[in-house]
């Protein structure tokens, strides 16, 4: 059912790098999430987007940025990735053009990011 | 103060029982409140959603909300090993961000 894609599905790479998570949806959904998730515990929200151009941090601080320059495309930006950033990371969207008012959170299948 | 709370359990439920999820919210200003289940390794999927006070009944699932006591409960019928899951508390806050609970590991016994 859920039209929202992310890449890569896991990813394992040294300290230092810069890294980009994809996210993409098909469902013409104006609002976009990532949060991040440690096994076993919550999700936090980490950055959030109402429609192009507009990006909003969320309640976990997070070293990564975000852009929102096509509707349906919400990349995550780490420009120097550590340890501490070893996590899984979801994205998810809401809300149709056609249906403002829809709350449903559709989620991806989430980036498992490994930094070594 | 977390602004959504859940009991993380594990909650142990024997099939073909009630299981009963509770879960309390801060920012009193809140107006829509979510269920979702989580299975190991797998992202979040929406199981209810409720907006005002009272119960929601969808399926063997009803979700209840007691805005007073800012207080949101989700009761499982006819418990199955495949109810099996965490379960989520999620909140729509008065900053229109979704927030969500550290979830209840639910266990149906066989």
């Known amino acids: 059912e859920a039209d929202i894609y992310q890449t890569p599905r896991y990813l394992v790479i040294g300290t230092g790098k810069k890294i980009t998570l994809e996210c993409s949806q098909t469902?013409?959904?104006?609002?976009m999430y990532w949060y991040q998730q440690d096994p076993g515990m919550e999700l936090h929200l980490i950055h959030y987007?109402?429609?192009?151009?507009?990006?909003e941090k969320g309640d976990l601080s997070s070293e990564s940025t975000v852009s929102r320059i096509r509707t349906e495309h919400f990349p995550l930006t780490l420009e120097s990735a550590r340890p501490s950033h070893t996590s899984q990371y979801l994205c998810?969207?809401?809300?149709?053009?056609?249906?403002?008012?829809?709350?449903?959170?559709?989620f991806g299948s989430g980036t498992q990011l490994s930094v070594l | 103060q977390k602004e959504v709370e859940q009991n993380s359990g594990p909650l142990s439920v024997p099939e073909g029982a009630i299981a009963s999820l509770n879960c309390t919210y801060s920012?009193?200003?809140?107006?829509?409140f979510f269920w979702y289940r989580q299975y190991s390794g797998k992202s979040p999927e929406l199981i209810m959603s409720?907006?005002?006070?009272g119960d929601k009944e969808d399926g063997r699932f009803t979700a209840q909300l007691n805005k007073a006591s800012q207080y949101v409960s989700l009761l499982i019928r006819d418990s199955q090993p495949s109810d099996s899951a965490t379960y989520l508390c999620?909140?729509?806050?008065?900053?229109?961000?979704?927030?969500f609970g550290k979830g209840t590991r639910l266990h149906i016994l066989p």
């Open positions: 998810a969207s809401s809300g149709s053009r056609q249906d403002a008012t829809n709350e449903k959170l559709f």
């Open positions: 999620a909140v729509r806050n008065r900053d229109d961000k979704i927030i």
């Open positions: 409720i907006y005002s006070n």
């Open positions: 469902m013409g959904h104006d609002k």
């Open positions: 920012d009193r200003v809140s107006q829509s």
């Open positions: 987007s109402y429609g192009v151009n507009s990006t």
